[in-house]
């Protein structure tokens, strides 16, 4: 045996100085048991204060004076699943290097659920002695009238068995009368531990597939892809209606038919209730969820049922990708160009691009899918990297929707000063006569104190970067978040001259008030951030709205995202280029895909439906082709201004944000930030460099923010610098120069402006 055993060990502090390893012994008890991944308990510090770590290597040799490592203390799961671990560590550290985070906090972002949580436990009495003998004893407790035990016993004479709870709480018997028989030897008490399934069953319906030759095309195309040992990845491109969930569950069956198992990810919680009872009608208790409504202890049993091949799909948003499956077979991405897909903390990963390194390690398929796919994929599925499927016919045969854009510019000279356009009154009113449902969506996404013109609908933009100019300060000064360029506030249109010129806010709240003022007869229900705060409230509102017991749903983005409702045959898009004047480069996207996947919303029955799309800007390439549903055109479109202005995916972006208390502090590392930069880029062939300006939110709780953006075609040159900036700031942290820096984030692509 080695004289020794070291380990190589992240400990669970998020600090830069200490993400990395520090070598410690492995005691001898511990020298079989021990692996990589693995939890501990070290000693650290001067105090030796005890702190958990994370195992990362082990090896027989160390560097340092043996007098002067220390030893393990222990380990926090003793029981843990040695694979998993090494697993996510081994994910955890790729993410670390390709997002760039500290190890600690990319690992507890893979991690499984490790809190100790108290197991739910499943107590049983059953009968042990045999039936002569329990009858002899029943005949004794009878004749001494001992109606406690004669009465348990005789329950488990004819039944075998009862649950521990039922005995005691409804045939009120007490613990001592149980002891007593279980002494004797009549019956046994067992005792296991049960997994809490939070997918409660029952009503599903289970609806016969009948697949349109169009989708059997595409489950075969995937299924025999993964047959042949090349899964890769495949862009499923179905307009609103056609089926893609079909062909997702047709697909799943397919891999857990070989053994497999599979990730379903959904972009919101709210598209958990309807997804889940479509899957549980094929799947049963075979299928679970994991999102963030579950207690710490129903994650943790989640993670134990898959783990143990006790489920063989599970369902949920981006955390859902973690989930410790044993034969992984495929990761089924819906509404793939979701920007919740993108985590929003550190490390700032996307689902897509995690889903995908994975799947690579798994030998799984990636499924990606979207009525209106991200520019990113899309363009892979162009490349040639991406296998690309299409649907092109709803399910019902009816035809898509037909689209009203409706000019505000013109209500409003025709004196309608209401948020609601006299088209979208009377078609509501319609709805309301027919009974028929009706939604509302509110393009909130991204309001940020943008400029635009109510009389002529110009919007103000900056010169340099083609991205709206959005508000700051109490003078209301207009800023641009890529560049820094800055102008004073206009009081009239530079266009028109009209005085309508003004940053435009609105709230979902205020439009339910106003629909019940004009409809009083309609049942209104809305269904926002400030709704949906409660357990379940997501699964109530639906299902409410679902069951035809309000006439109206009013709410933002999160009601058009996949959801399925046969009787709304009118949708109604308020405010449409609200998410046009974002002052961010995804703008015209964002605002592209919203009013699609909302106008998608009417008309899945079989009554054809129609959608008013209320706007400004009627003459916008995105709301025009939006309104079309004409994904292609827009594409092309779009990407001419990517290329031309070279923002993703044409080329890659990152931001380098600086965050600190101190605003002079913060200003001296951005601007020496900008200084590593540009002396990498006098040996390499040059990138763009933009910035540094004022971040979008230039001060959040007390700490001032600054940022500057990359561009390069390469990907691997972005993380080159990520790597040199890093390098830089870490070396003078360790030469005792940390007083003078600031705490900095990476984002590559990033989806939002900072």
């Known amino acids: 045996m080695t004289e020794n055993i070291y380990a190589d060990i992240i400990i669970d502090i998020s600090h830069e100085r200490l993400d990395h390893p520090f070598t410690y012994r492995v005691p001898v008890e511990m020298r079989s048991s ?11 510090g001067k105090g030796d204060t005890m702190r958990m770590g994370y195992v990362v290597a082990l090896r027989d040799s160390c560097s340092y004076p043996a007098d002067k490592v220390k030893t393990i203390a222990g380990s926090c799961d003793p029981n843990a699943g040695h694979n998993e671990n090494e697993r996510a560590l081994r994910l955890a550290l790729w993410i670390k290097e390709h997002y760039g985070s500290t190890a600690i906090t990319a690992l507890k972002t893979v991690l499984p659920i490790r809190k100790s949580v108290r197991p739910e436990e499943k107590k049983t009495i059953r009968l042990r002695a045999g039936r002569s003998d329990a009858a002899e004893r029943l005949r004794f407790y009878q004749q001494k009238h001992q109606v406690a035990r004669a009465r348990l016993l005789e329950g488990l004479m004819e039944v075998g068995e009862q649950p521990y709870s039922l005995v005691t709480d409804k045939l009120h018997i007490t613990t001592p009368t149980i002891k007593s028989l279980e002494k004797a030897g009549l019956i046994e008490v067992s005792i296991e531990q049960s ?18 030759p169009e989708q059997q095309s595409i489950v075969k195309g995937v299924l025999s892809d993964f047959d042949s040992g090349n899964p890769g990845v495949s862009l499923l491109h179905g307009i609103t209606g056609s089926g893609k969930t079909e062909v997702y569950i047709r697909i799943i069956e397919g891999i857990v038919a070989r053994g497999r198992q599979a990730i379903m990810l959904i972009p919101e919680i709210a598209l958990t209730y309807q997804t889940l009872l479509r899957f549980y009608g094929h799947f049963g208790d075979r299928v679970s969820v994991m999102n963030s409504t579950l207690s710490e ?5 989640q993670y134990e049922r898959a783990r143990r091949g006790e489920i063989d799909v599970i369902i949920g948003p981006r955390s859902a990708l973690f989930t410790p499956f044993p034969a992984l077979g495929i990761i089924v991405m819906d509404e793939e160009h979701e920007g919740s897909y993108k985590n929003e903390n550190m490390p700032k990963y996307h689902a897509r691009e995690v889903a995908i390194k994975i799947a690579e390690w798994d ?42 854009i409706t000019d505000m510019r013109a209500e409003l000279k025709a004196g309608n000063r209401s948020i609601f356009s006299e088209q979208l ?9 027919k009974g028929e449902q009706v939604m509302l969506f509110l393009n909130r996404r991204g309001i940020v104190g943008s400029v635009s013109c109510r009389s002529c609908g110009y919007v103000v933009k900056c010169p340099h970067c083609d991205v709206s100019l959005t508000e700051h300060g109490r003078d209301r000064h207009l800023v641009c ?12 249109c530079p266009e028109c001259g009209s005085k309508y010129i003004a940053g435009f806010r609105a709230g979902t709240e205020k439009v339910e008030e106003n629909i019940k003022q004009m409809f009083p007869r309609a049942r209104v229900l809305r269904m926002d951030a400030d709704t949906t705060t409660r357990k379940d409230s997501y699964e109530k509102i639906l299902s409410k709205f679902s069951n035809e017991e309000a006439d109206i749903l009013v709410g933002t983005q999160m009601i058009v995202k996949g959801h399925d409702f046969p009787k709304v045959t009118l949708v109604g898009i308020l405010m449409a280029d609200l998410s046009l004047n974002t002052g961010d480069y995804r703008a015209a996207e964002r605002t592209f895909q919203l009013l699609t996947q909302a106008a998608g919303r009417a008309g899945r029955g079989s009554v054809k439906g129609e959608v008013v799309i209320q706007t400004y800007e009627p003459d916008n390439y995105a709301i025009r082709q939006a309104a079309k549903q004409d994904y292609k055109a827009f594409y092309n479109e779009e990407m001419e201004y990517r290329k031309l202005l070279m923002y993703p995916p044409a080329y890659h972006m990152l931001a380098v944000q600086v965050k600190d208390p101190d605003e002079n502090r913060a200003l001296n590392t951005i601007n020496d930030v900008r200084m590593f930069v540009d002396d990498e880029n006098k040996t390499e062939p040059l990138s763009t460099v933009i910035g540094p300006s004022e971040a979008q939110l230039s001060k959040v709780r007390d700490s001032y923010r600054y940022v500057c953006y990359i561009k390069d075609e390469k990907y691997d040159k972005l993380v080159q610098y990520k790597d040199r900036i890093e390098s830089e700031l870490q070396g003078r942290m360790n030469a005792g120069r940390n007083e003078g820096y600031s705490q900095v984030q990476f984002d590559f692509d990033p989806m939002n402006t900072y």
Do not use: W
Not at 34 to 44: E, K, S, Y
Not at 373 to 385: M, V
Not at 425 to 433: A, K, P, S, V
């Open 195 to 212: 997994l809490r399934n939070p997918v409660k069953g029952g009503k599903a319906e289970v609806k016969e597939l009948n697949l349109s």
């Open 297 to 301: 202890g129903e994650k943790f049993d």
């Open 363 to 404: 030998h799984a398929a990636v499924l990606l899918g979207s009525a209106t796919p991200s520019l990113e994929s899309y363009y892979q599925a162009e490349n040639g990297e991406f296998r690309l499927y299409e649907l092109n016919r709803r399910l019902t045969g009816e035809n898509l929707p037909e689209v009203i």
């Open 34 to 44: 021990v692996r990589v991944g693995d939890r501990v308990f070290i000693p650290f």
């Open 425 to 433: 009154q009377t078609r509501i009113e319609d709805r309301l006569d």
């Open 481 to 492: 978040h890529y560049c820094g360029f800055t102008m004073p506030a206009l009081k009239v």
